[in-house]
């Protein structure tokens, strides 16, 4: 099975920063990936599928990147409302497995 | 505006069972791939199981192959998740989420969850 592995695990930034967060998979999933963003006691939310299409609705901000096995989601200038855990899944075949997640924190 | 309602989750012994159902508005239920993603306290997202639009096909993660059976009405607009030998570590919140009309695709709306907890 492909594995996705997320880095860095979590990161503490200051507001207005540029911030980038990093997915690989084991095998290539050419851009089959999503991006979902994750605040504390709420369900996910979509922000990104086909590791580069902004979700409806999603600001501007955000942005993905990359094909095959690596992966990029930016946040061009990081807002308290960012405040969350982010997490990418594969979607190419089953499993559909998820990174283990990146939290962002405000400094 | 598409919703989703989980409920079902409770408390229940090692070894137990307990169906979970997530019910479906908003959208056209029969045309969607369905779900479930489980979240353990305090940690990652883990894909649980996936059903195709008909229901012809079911995959499942290798921790519940065996254990758990995916299903849905589209009747009625429900999904379900029968969880049978239940363990410690099925312990989590289980999301309901919809894909697309391919078996393996994003999921844009979820769930708010309902808690399974696994204890004596």
């Known amino acids: 099975d492909i594995q996705m592995t997320q880095s860095p695990s979590s990161l503490s930034a200051s507001v207005g920063d540029r911030v980038t967060l990093i997915c690989r998979a084991s095998?290539?999933?050419?851009?089959?990936l999503a991006w979902y963003q994750q605040k504390p006691g709420k369900a996910p939310k979509l922000l990104i599928y086909a590791a580069s299409t902004l979700q409806s609705g999603v600001p501007s901000r955000f942005s993905g990147s990359g094909s095959g096995t690596d992966f990029a989601l930016t946040i061009s200038s990081l807002q308290p409302e960012d405040v969350a855990s982010y997490y990418c899944?594969?979607?190419?075949?089953?499993?559909?497995?998820f990174g283990g997640g990146t939290k962002v924190e405000i400094k | 505006e598409v919703q989703l309602l989980e409920s079902g989750g409770d408390l229940v012994q090692p070894g137990g069972s307990l169906r979970l159902s997530c019910a479906a508005s908003g959208f056209t239920f029969s045309t969607c791939a369905m779900s479930w993603v489980r979240q353990a306290p305090g940690r990652g997202l883990e894909w649980v199981s996936t059903?195709?639009?008909?229901?012809?096909?079911?995959y499942y993660a290798d921790s519940v192959k065996g254990r758990f059976t995916i299903s849905r009405d589209n009747s009625k607009n429900t999904l379900y998740l029968q969880m049978n030998s239940l363990r410690a570590e099925d312990t989590a919140a289980y999301y309901c989420?919809?894909?697309?009309?391919?078996?393996?695709?994003?999921?844009?709306?979820w769930g708010q969850g309902t808690l399974v907890t696994v204890s004596s």
């Open positions: 095998q290539g999933i050419s851009s089959d």
């Open positions: 899944q594969k979607y190419n075949s089953a499993p559909l497995t």
């Open positions: 059903v195709t639009n008909g229901g012809a096909s079911t």
């Open positions: 989420a919809k894909g697309g009309t391919y078996s393996t695709t994003w999921y844009d709306y």
